[in-house]
């Protein structure tokens, strides 16, 4: 190798080394930005729950982000300050009934508020432990959540207890299979959820710090 090609490795070494040394940094940064702005243009659909006249595009002839949010806490905070008193309470059960007697709509609220009740609740175990399941097959292994266990029909059926956990796709966690297999079929984590999630959105690129041998539980 002549002295000019091996200055050229170098410098193409180089300028690889500072381009993903700047992609490590503006990535993050990039995804961030992006999903706090759909976040926020989806928030600022709130405001048109105002009438046209009242909405602050039209006031101000100007478009500000963010400002949907704000509407959307302080509908947030109205509501649950309504409904943590006699009347509200007595208007949401009346409100619940009146969903509850329609078909299929009746199926997706009591689906989605049973699992916002399990899910923004400190109580309970959903989602509250990472386990290593051996899914799709035997000898390979999934990270999964414990999201329900004590299913009576199923546990009946099966002859054996069972419990439910969600094995999350990668990118996008919030698709997924639920599957039922006994507690001896499952290693529980010491992982947090958090640290479970990263590693799941990033593809298994950033992994959580190692844990003490013999941190692992059956």
């Not at 963010?66 to 509407?71: I, P, S």
């Not at 649950?80 to 299929?104: C, K, S, Y």
């Not at 000898?139 to 009576?152: D, H, L, N, Q």
Request: aromatic share 8%; glycine share 8%; hydrophobic share 50%.
């Amino acid at each position: 190798m002549t002295e000019a090609s091996g200055a050229r490795a170098r410098l193409l070494r180089a300028l690889r080394r500072y381009l993903i040394s700047g992609l490590l940094i503006w990535l993050p940064i990039i995804a961030t930005v992006l999903v706090i702005r759909f976040i926020l243009d989806l928030m600022d659909r709130t405001l048109l729950l105002l009438p046209t006249a009242w909405q602050p595009e039209a006031i101000t002839g100007l478009r500000i982000p963010g400002l949907g949010a704000l509407l959307a806490l302080v509908i947030l905070l109205f509501t649950g300050i309504l409904v943590t008193n006699f009347i509200g309470r007595a208007l949401v059960v009346f409100w619940e009934d009146v969903l509850h007697r329609i078909p299929f709509i009746r199926a997706i609220y009591g689906g989605v508020k049973s699992f916002s009740e399990t899910l923004l609740s400190n109580s309970g175990n959903s989602f509250k432990k990472v386990l290593l399941v051996q899914y799709p097959r035997e000898g390979v292994w999934s990270v999964g959540f414990r999201t329900a266990a004590g299913i009576a029909e199923i546990d009946a059926r099966t002859g054996a207890a069972q419990i439910c956990v969600f094995i999350p796709t990668t990118p996008n966690p919030t698709s997924g299979f639920i599957i039922m297999v006994s507690p001896s079929q499952v290693i529980e984590l010491d992982m947090s959820v958090d640290a479970a999630m990263k590693m799941i959105v990033t593809l298994g690129v950033v992994t959580p710090p190692a844990t003490p041998a013999g941190a692992l539980r059956r």
